[in-house]
């Protein structure tokens, strides 16, 4: 139940707003905006809600949490009127609009706090009611920037006997309530009712994204417990091959598959073959699916133990939700959560990489090298380098008065093996060498750069570095 018009009136009588200057302006949701008032030496926080059925304004004395990132509105608000004097407030009418007349830094403005269930807004505008912009942006109103907010005709506040339809609610059932003031009622009401409905819908909403989310995983987990399995088979491609070898002169020609006796079993068994090849070329064909699972099983043991420790953290993240008795930090860890992760604008080209507080740099492509070189390293970074294949440049930053131990150096080896035309080899030269002594190669193609004073570095790529390097990727 959102607060009547009367109720406002009382708000707003007891906060004494009109003289105040607004210190700072916290966004914690996206229903909810709060702004920390100064006045004759008192600090305020003035909470506004625009929740269907709990919109409310009044002063809080619990403490706003931060929103996890900058959101439009309050930062709009921020640019505009931080730091700028309450000049008046008032209700208008009984139409549950608050108005406030602000002015900063010679501007006037007028802020215009809607508080209606299904049509709560928040609206900044000129003195000439030209809108700058709005907390919810509708369009068909005319509620967004440059659009004309119109103030309601305002009708005369009843009196006498009509004026019993809206009354001023005691909230007697708050333990002390004779002691508080209708703001301190205002606050303990809505924060134990409305703050409980909120909590029991957001927690709705945690455990139906907790049920997506685990049988998703689950479901990927199985499949790659059901790949190991059938590649825990893969001595019978072995076998298979053995068998087309001992009996390959079976094979003539005309039917796709070699029908034979198991020397180890006895049994009769048919493996498919291609009818087109020898048996030498079908065996290896069986022999090469043999080594690509064995090469493949350890991959396949870290992605299943990356796939159960990701379950295991989801069910805690699960139970912190469940334990946050506070609708509005449940409401920003939630949206966390389940909002897809925004791409962020890069600060450097390529891939980058912090281990053991060094950061390591990859250009992929020509453009990524070029432009690596030309703005992200400096003279006293070292650079990375195959030397018989064509490939990215990886840089290792400089850490003043320290040397780059070798793991770190190997780590820089792996990643440009890796990026490298080298990697099906899985082995290059590699030279490196500081960045100062690279010169550019006139009239060269983009990036390229003739190395001196260079070191060589034989690098194997090894597994374990590069699931290292996994999880250390920041970009």
């Not at 060589?456 to 250390?472: F, G, H, P, R, T």
């Amino acid at each position: 139940m959102s607060l009547n018009w009367k109720e406002i009136d009382c708000i707003l009588e007891e906060l004494e707003l009109d003289g105040s200057f607004i210190q700072q302006i916290v966004q914690p949701s996206y229903d909810t905006i709060a702004f920390h008032t100064y006045k004759n030496g008192q600090s305020k926080t003035i909470l506004v809600c625009l929740a269907a059925g709990a919109c409310r304004i009044h002063q809080t004395w619990s403490a706003v949490p931060k929103n996890n990132k900058p959101l439009r509105f309050m930062e709009f608000l921020k640019a505009r009127i931080k730091g700028a004097r309450i000049n008046s407030i008032c209700q208008l009418g009984q139409e549950r609009i608050i108005k406030l007349e602000l002015s900063h830094c010679g501007q006037e403005f007028l802020l215009y706090i809607r508080l209606w269930s299904n049509a709560a807004n928040m609206i900044l505008t000129d003195t000439n009611h030209v809108v700058l912009d709005t907390f919810y942006r509708r369009p068909k109103k005319d509620e967004v920037s440059g659009g004309t907010f119109q103030e309601p005709n305002l009708q005369p506040k009843p009196q006498g006997e009509s004026s019993k339809e809206w009354q001023v609610r005691s909230f007697d059932q708050l333990p002390d309530w004779e002691n508080l003031s209708f703001n301190q009622k205002v606050e303990q009401w809505y924060g134990e009712h409305a703050g409980q409905l909120s909590l029991e819908a957001l927690l709705e909403q945690a455990e139906k994204f907790y049920n997506s989310r685990h049988s998703k995983m689950e479901a990927a987990l199985h499949r790659l417990e059901k790949k190991r399995d059938e590649f825990l088979q893969n001595q019978q491609w072995k076998h298979y091959g053995d068998l087309i070898l001992t009996y390959g002169h079976l094979i003539d020609g005309s039917q796709d598959y070699l029908e034979c006796e198991d020397y180890e079993s006895g049994a009769l068994i048919r493996i498919k073959i291609d009818p087109k090849k020898n048996a030498q070329e079908n065996a290896s064909s069986y022999y090469n699916t043999y080594k690509k699972t064995v090469s493949g099983l350890a991959d396949l043991e870290h992605d299943i133990q990356k796939a159960k420790k990701e379950l295991l953290d989801l069910e805690a993240t699960y139970q912190q939700l469940c334990k946050e008795p506070n609708p509005l930090r449940l409401q920003q860890m939630l949206r966390k959560q389940t909002t897809p992760k925004q791409q962020v604008e890069k600060k450097r080209p390529g891939l980058s990489y912090q281990v053991d507080d060094w950061t390591i740099l990859v250009g992929r492509t020509a453009a990524e090298n070029d432009e690596l070189l030309r703005r992200h390293v400096k003279g006293l970074d070292m650079w990375f380098h195959t030397r018989d294949y064509a490939g990215g440049y990886v840089f290792v930053k400089n850490r003043p008065g320290k040397t780059i131990p070798l793991s770190i150096m190997l780590c820089a080896g792996n990643l440009a093996v890796y990026h490298s035309k080298a990697r099906k080899a899985g082995k290059a030269d590699l030279y490196y060498t500081q960045v100062k002594h690279l010169r550019r190669a006139k009239d060269g193609p983009k990036g390229l750069v003739l190395p001196s004073q260079e070191k060589n570095l034989l690098v194997q790529l090894d597994k374990e570095i590069l699931q290292k390097l996994e999880a250390a990727a920041t970009s």
